[in-house]
């Protein structure tokens, strides 16, 4: 039996439409880690697409910064019940990045520098769903934000779109990340409040 | 190279002493773990531990290896701690074998 | 040497127990002690923590650890909310807890960063803003019961931001054995010879013990004032296994 404390709310948020169930609206852009923030030299900083039969194509931060980027305006949706409207990025569309890649894997298996890892269905990356995101509201995104890049998928929890983003494999059968090894959801998908395993 | 910045960790495993309570009998901060990856033994209480959100994230002062994950869901515990090679755990005073017996 | 078993065995208390407030105390312009009683309570050593858990009538649930700033007294508990702007649960146990209203509680949680009143060393605490709370209920278990000379080294960053004064004072004159000096970081008492500013080697080589002293040292604080402590007491020569740390996170 819990015991109630009176008065005590929590930060629930109500019937805004924009906001996915049991999340609450934010100002701030809360930092959530799981390890020390990498720092990687740009000019050692590659991104590495690698296919589930063992093809690479990688680009290096001069040949990323020199593909076409877009403005991206998302809300964005964290696990842990924070909602934050209205976030502006630029970055690098996965369709542009996996346009040459051939493949006939259905999963994708994200990693960061520093080890974090997440999978997500390669049609989650596709149609214009994804990007490799190199700036936060007009500026470079500072590192603890995940620069100087990191996934941006929006329709997903954040957890997904991994900071510090260092390549995604392609694979024929779905593997849990770092979070979803520990019980978080393999889709995760905000408006069915997927966030668990068997959610 | 991928080089770290300074500093870190904002909690240590002092942290993980009530989630450590669903799981263990015992009190676990006090034990010492031994690294999987570098070998280091630390006591837990002072793991260079991340979050409490989205989970627990324990690791090594030495290397930065993940010695332990825990997720608290509403149904279960989960816990990692596959990168722990060992743990050893202190047995309370008044559990020890009474050696003026033997 | 035996060691005193923590009350109850070394056995955490992993049971959520119903606490209710029954006293509240201002203690600075933003931290309260909060007075629980606990029933069942078996205990618990200085330098213990809780996990104190709310639920709001949605049944959405959060918690967070507090120290216990004072030692075991039967069924009471207090604890030292420092309240942090924006944030969900201190803000809340510091301004709207009110005497009669319950929450739950975990524990006593912890053993390593403990101090046993059997242990006759001498004891150094270094304490960084609210890194005092478990710090204090070392001094208070201490008082009439053991001799170890204790030294509390408290950085703040200006004398109203001192949680405790009063009874800092107070127990420095007449405990015996207690001295305590105040670090400020930002702003320090016109009569104090020490500027403003962060903690230095020569603060500990003051205020603290030297190491062929063999001191059980206990930080306590915000994560960059712990490290930084910590280092410039292994530098002074203390070895690193006399040094107990507890970092709570947030900037210094």
């Not at chain 3, 170890?148 to 004072?169: G, H, K, Q």
Request: aromatic share 8%.
């Amino acid at each position: 039996m819990n015991v109630i404390t009176r008065g005590f709310h929590g930060r629930r948020q109500g019937d805004d439409e924009r906001v996915p169930p049991g999340q609450y609206l934010t100002g701030d852009f809360p930092v959530l880690s799981a390890g020390p923030t990498p720092l990687v030299p740009l000019e050692d900083w590659t991104f590495t697409v690698r296919t589930e039969t063992d093809q690479t194509h990688e680009w290096s931060w001069a040949e990323l910064s020199s593909l076409p980027t877009e403005t991206i305006d998302v809300d964005i949706h964290c696990v842990t019940g924070w909602s934050k409207l209205d976030t502006e990025w630029r970055g690098v569309s996965l369709d542009t990045l996996l346009e040459d890649v051939e493949t006939a894997a259905d999963f994708a298996l994200v990693r960061s520098y520093g080890g974090y890892t997440t999978n997500l269905p390669l049609e989650d990356l596709l149609d214009r769903q994804a990007w490799v995101a190199i700036g936060y509201d007009g500026d470079e995104l500072a590192p603890e934000h995940g620069g100087p890049a990191r996934l941006l998928v929006p329709h997903l929890y954040f957890w997904k779109s991994a900071k510090w983003v260092s390549g995604i494999d392609l694979i024929v059968q779905d593997e849990p990340g770092f979070w979803e090894q520990l019980g978080y959801h393999d889709y995760g998908d905000p408006w069915r409040e997927q966030r668990y395993q068997g959610d | 190279m991928v080089m770290q910045s300074g500093g870190g960790a904002e909690y240590d495993g002092n942290l993980l002493s009530g989630p450590l309570a669903d799981v263990f009998a015992v009190e676990v901060t006090t034990a010492v773990a031994r690294c999987g990856g570098c070998g280091l033994s630390s006591v837990v209480a002072e793991l260079a531990v991340y979050g409490p959100d989205p989970g627990l994230v324990a690791r090594c002062p030495g290397c930065a290896d993940v010695l332990l994950r825990l997720v608290r869901t509403p149904d279960s515990v989960w816990l990692d701690l596959s990168g722990t090679s060992t743990l050893r755990v202190p047995i309370p005073e008044s559990e020890r074998p009474d050696l003026a017996q033997t | 040497m035996a060691r005193a078993a923590v009350p109850g065995g070394l056995r955490v208390r992993r049971t959520w127990r119903p606490a209710t407030l029954v006293d509240r105390r201002i203690e600075t312009p933003s931290a309260r002690t909060l007075v629980l009683e606990v029933e069942g309570w078996a205990g618990h050593l200085p330098g213990q923590h809780v996990d104190v858990r709310l639920t709001a009538e949605d049944g959405y649930q959060t918690s967070r650890s507090y120290s216990l700033a004072a030692p075991a007294d039967g069924a009471r508990l207090e604890l030292t909310v420092q309240r942090t702007a924006g944030g969900e649960v201190s803000p809340f146990l510091a301004d709207e807890l009110a005497p009669g209203d319950q929450v739950e509680v975990r524990g006593p949680l912890g053993g390593w960063f403990v101090w046993r009143p059997e242990e006759v060393g001498p004891v150094l605490l270094v304490a960084g803003g609210s890194g005092v709370v478990p710090l204090m209920a070392m001094v208070r278990a201490r008082a009439g019961v053991s001799r170890a000379p204790f030294r509390l080294v408290y950085s703040v960053r200006a004398p109203e931001d001192r949680i405790y004064a009063p009874e800092l004072r107070r127990r420095a004159q007449e405990d015996g054995g207690l001295d305590v000096a105040y670090v400020y970081t930002r702003a320090a008492p016109e009569d104090d010879p020490r500027p403003a500013g962060r903690i230095r080697a020569e603060d500990l080589v003051a205020h603290g013990w030297p190491p062929d002293f063999e001191p059980t040292c206990y930080v306590c604080g915000p994560t960059p004032f712990v490290e930084a402590v910590a280092g410039l007491l292994v530098a002074q020569g203390h070895p690193s296994d006399r040094i107990r740390t507890e970092r709570f996170g947030g900037v210094s």
